[in-house]
């Protein structure tokens, strides 16, 4: 079971840090994923971690988004920084232990119920 948290309203230039814990499962053997939806569009990868640390970011997040993850907790973080209107959307924690290309959300099991950020300019 993965739980998404840390969503919430801020202005643009703001900041939001988003939180997934997970339970259940032996964490350290997912790569973590974050993906999100916006307003009439279809969901697309912002960022993944692989299990042994190393990220991934979207073009549009690069440079202002991180995430990291603490196998210890069984939790995933995505800090955004620099939020942009263009960032509102649901965003949604997900899960894996399987797959080759973890930018595309077919390749994850689990997901989370999804946060909504919202960025006003």
């Known amino acids: 079971q993965l739980q998404a948290s840390g969503g919430g309203l801020v202005q643009a230039g703001g900041s939001l840090r988003l939180s997934c814990a997970a339970s259940g499962r032996t964490f350290s053997g997912y790569v973590m994923g974050w993906f999100r939806q916006g307003p009439g569009k279809e969901r697309e990868s912002v960022a993944y971690i692989s299990r042994s640390g190393s990220t991934y970011y979207a073009g549009s997040v690069k440079g202002r988004f991180t995430m990291s993850r603490d196998n210890a907790k069984n939790t995933v973080d995505l800090q955004m920084n620099s939020l942009k209107s263009e960032d509102t959307a649901v965003y949604y924690c997900?899960?894996?232990?399987?797959?080759?290309?973890?930018?595309?959300?077919?390749?994850?099991?689990?997901w989370g119920q999804g946060t909504q950020v919202t960025v006003s300019s």
């Open positions: 997900a899960a894996t232990d399987s797959g080759s290309i973890y930018s595309v959300d077919s390749s994850y099991k689990y």
